[in-house]
């Protein structure tokens, strides 16, 4: 465990060549130096201070932690948050529902992904030639964690600590940035939620945008209660804003907590994405399914009997929202049942439904262009290419004609 050198010294030369290209702290200086053509993986070793704190990242399952940077050539930083599920007590974390660890060299690594946002050579990208952080996700407790849990298997949920990490090597090496986009993909997009505030201690001088991607806290209120608090989620808020402790204590969920930021941030613009039938055993039906049957993680196989009830509730969030924050809060609800968008090209040229293309509706929503407005599809149910269904066809799933189609009500 003492052998950090190499580390080390990827930490040191990164933070050098910073202070030497960014002297300025603009423009000019940073482009001093060229950007990557790949992410690097950095692996913090604890402790390390930050704020005050004593940070120790690690997985749940007690394993390093990585995490990956690719520096840009403009002026401009996003902060991306890795899904990869959630468990909450012993049935949960006992089976494969979350990701509890980073490997490097696989999937984990973003330099295996070139679809969606994530192609850095096609030139619709509004992200890239930006700096990037990828902040990994081996926690299992929506990046906002940090507790050590016996249920009686032991975890370690320190998603807070890790993204901590991450948020103090990006401020040290891309300081002062004109723009920040924080986002994140499904259990991701709570960790581009929760963090989003502490960002902007970090940058204060930023054009700040945050996007969730997948994740509209769709929870039952016996989760929020009895299994919410094993993360030691509330001890992680941020103490200048103590209304936020107040509304997750009074039950009033995403809702109150989108209230409360986009008040106490209103420069910055707020969204959430997600499609009208989120599927999947991993997808937003799949973890509310569970939810609505006592936590059992078999309920997540058939995650197509809670389609219905997540749609109904994932519009009355986003719609309420809307109505509170109408100034810097905006979703879009595209059609079909697939679970995140952020690495799809359907980013680019999906209008099923008569949406707008994802990318438009993401460059309005930097730029404060009329053109953000509040998305929702008009055939909402029917399925594209590539998106989840149960096999065979299984209630509210249909065939109607050539197409597959999600029905909802009598």
């Keep these: 465990m003492k052998r950090t050198n190499p580390v080390q010294a990827l930490f040191l030369s990164i933070a050098t060549l910073t202070a030497l290209g960014a002297a300025g702290c603009g423009d000019d200086a940073t482009q001093a130096i060229a950007p990557d053509e790949a992410f690097r993986t950095i692996s913090p070793v604890g402790p390390i201070e930050y704020e005050g704190q004593q940070l120790s990242p690690q997985c749940m399952d007690g394993s390093p932690y990585h995490f990956f940077v690719r520096r840009g050539s403009v002026n ?26 980073v490997n490097p060299e696989g999937g984990d690594n973003p ?6 946002f994530g192609d850095y050579n096609n030139p619709n990208n509004p992200f890239r030639d930006w700096h990037i952080v990828f ?15 016996d249920y009686p298997l032991h975890v370690e949920h320190r998603g807070y600590q890790n993204a901590r990490v991450a948020e103090k090597w990006a401020r040290e090496n891309f300081p002062n940035p004109d723009e920040v986009f924080v986002t994140g993909s499904s259990a991701g997009a709570y960790g581009a939620l ?20 997948a994740g ?32 997750l204590n009074d039950g009033e ?31 937003q039906t799949g973890f509310y399914n569970v939810m609505l049957n006592d936590n059992d993680p078999l309920d997540a196989v058939t995650w197509w009997e809670g389609s219905c009830q997540f749609n109904d509730q994932m519009r009355k969030q986003a719609i309420e929202t809307a109505q509170i924050a109408p100034s810097n809060y905006r979703y879009y609800i595209g059609s079909g049942s697939r679970h995140t968008m952020w690495g799809n090209n359907k980013v680019y040229d999906d209008t099923t439904g008569g949406v707008p293309p994802i990318v438009d509706w993401v460059n309005a929503m930097r730029s404060r262009g009329s053109r953000w407005a509040n998305v929702e599809c008009s055939n909402c149910g029917l399925l594209l290419d590539g998106d989840v269904r149960p096999e065979p066809l299984m209630t509210p799933f249909e065939q109607v004609g050539d197409d597959v189609i999600i029905q909802c009500g009598p």
């Design 76 to 101: 401009k930083v996003l902060m991306y948050y890795q899904g990869g599920g959630a468990c909450w007590e012993q049935l949960t974390c006992s089976v494969p529902v979350c990701d509890d660890n």
């Design 111 to 116: 330099n295996n992904r070139s679809s969606g």
């Design 135 to 149: 902040v990994s996700y081996c926690s299992c407790d929506i990046h906002f964690g940090d507790a050590a849990q």
């Design 194 to 213: 929760f963090h989003g505030p502490l960002l902007h201690n970090a940058w204060p001088n930023a054009k700040f945008s945050i996007l969730a991607d």
């Design 216 to 247: 509209n806290g769709v929870i039952t209120d016996s989760f929020l209660q009895l299994n919410f608090p094993n993360w030691n989620f509330v001890g992680n808020l941020p103490p200048d804003i103590p209304e936020l402790e107040q509304v």
């Design 253 to 283: 969920g995403m809702v109150g907590y989108m209230d409360v930021v986009t008040d106490r941030f209103p420069d910055t613009a707020w969204g959430n994405y997600s499609t009208a039938f989120d599927g999947g055993t991993g997808g």
